[in-house]
């Protein structure tokens, strides 16, 4: 089975912070996602990735930037953080060809 | 742009009730539909997926079929079980499968 895990599990920060979440894969697969999830709007998509090197802009990308240093690893970086990103935010994973996502357990942060 | 739109926010059930989640969306092309399913503290996990009009997708005594004249998914199962407490999201993929955007999610509380 897919395994992707995250770092930090919980991170707390304040307005203006600069904050990395980071992301690794260990199933070799293309395909590298980061979303946000918030009650009401379920998750949505920040930033993508389809290989080392390789940035796709997301649905909402505005404030987080992202880089994809290995096929492994993959970063959201948020510069200047403001309570607005506070969230729970999720990688999920996807080999080229095939369908399905797979998530890892989740980063909630926190921006006082 | 793409979009899913999930009717309940929230359903509460008994054990042994009949579920029905509704699902519409709005995309061009001829997109494929996915539930997800979150249970606490972790991230989502593939269901099922639909790729095809009249499709029906299934797992775990969970169902829906692909409706392309009404554009809907709606996600069904016949006698839930506490254990099936969760969240669960429908999306859709864009044409090139590369990203998924997801409905708003409805929190499943089953009462045993």
């Known amino acids: 089975e897919a395994a992707v895990t995250q770092s930090p599990r919980n991170k707390v920060t304040v307005t203006g912070g600069n904050v990395t979440l980071s992301c690794r894969q260990t199933n070799s697969h293309n395909y590298m996602y980061w979303y946000r999830q918030d009650t009401g709007h379920g998750l949505r998509l920040i930033h993508y990735s389809y290989g080392a090197g390789n940035l796709q802009i997301g649905d909402v990308p505005d404030g987080y930037k992202a880089t994809r240093t290995t096929q492994e690893d993959f970063f959201l970086l948020l510069e200047l953080a403001s309570p607005s990103q506070t969230s729970l935010y999720f990688c999920a994973s996807r080999r080229d060809r095939e369908y399905e996502q797979y998530f890892g357990p989740g980063t909630r942060l926190t921006v006082l | 742009g793409d979009s899913v739109t999930q009717t309940e926010g929230q359903v509460a059930l008994s054990e042994e009730d009949f579920l029905t989640i509704h699902c519409n969306y709005s995309a061009s092309g001829y997109p494929t539909l996915f539930w997800y399913v979150q249970y606490p503290g972790e991230g989502p996990q593939l269901l099922f997926r639909?790729?095809?009009?009249?499709e029906k997708g299934s797992s775990r005594g969970f169902e829906a079929t692909y409706d392309k004249g009404t554009t809907s998914f709606h996600l069904r199962k016949a006698s839930v079980q506490e254990s099936d407490s969760a969240v669960y999201y429908c999306?859709?993929?864009?044409?090139?499968?590369?990203?998924?955007?997801f409905g708003q999610g409805t929190v499943l509380s089953v009462i045993p």
């Open positions: 639909a790729s095809r009009d009249k």
């Open positions: 999306a859709l993929s864009d044409r090139g499968n590369n990203k998924l955007t």
